[in-house]
């Protein structure tokens, strides 16, 4: 049964940085994985995935400021990470750890296209 586990949110003023991490186990074939956030009262939005091949993609809104990784890769039990740089207000939000089996993987694919999703992590950037 694959389980994820978000850590890491916390409040942070504009221009800084956070990492957030998932704990994830369970993984016993091949996935893709990723982070969407929900902002209050707005739509959920895919900001960043990582194929089980390595192959990375990143939502307009966070490119060059955010970094998807998982350490180890190809691992039943692995962490994945999202490291957020030059933070604004508008990154604030609750943040969810993702999955899907191995297949299309990219920040255009829908909510319902990810089964797995951990409990989310709250981030708040303010001025």
């Known amino acids: 049964q694959v389980h994820l586990a978000e850590s890491g949110g916390d409040s942070v003023q504009v221009g800084g940085s956070l990492r957030l991490s998932c704990a994830a186990s369970g993984l016993y074939t091949v996935f893709c994985m990723g982070w969407f956030r929900q902002p209050p009262g707005k739509e959920r939005e895919l900001v960043a995935t990582i194929d089980a091949d390595g192959s990375i993609g990143y939502g307009d809104s966070v490119k060059g400021r955010f970094t998807i990784s998982q350490d180890p890769e190809d691992n039943a039990e692995t962490t994945l990470f999202l490291q957020m740089e030059s933070l604004k207000p508008e990154d604030s939000a609750m943040y969810y750890c993702?999955?899907?089996?191995?297949?299309?993987?990219?920040?255009?694919?829908?909510?319902?296209?990810?089964?797995?999703w951990g409990q989310g992590t709250q981030v708040t950037v303010s001025s």
């Open positions: 993702v999955a899907k089996p191995a297949g299309l993987c990219s920040p255009d694919l829908p909510a319902d296209a990810f089964g797995y």
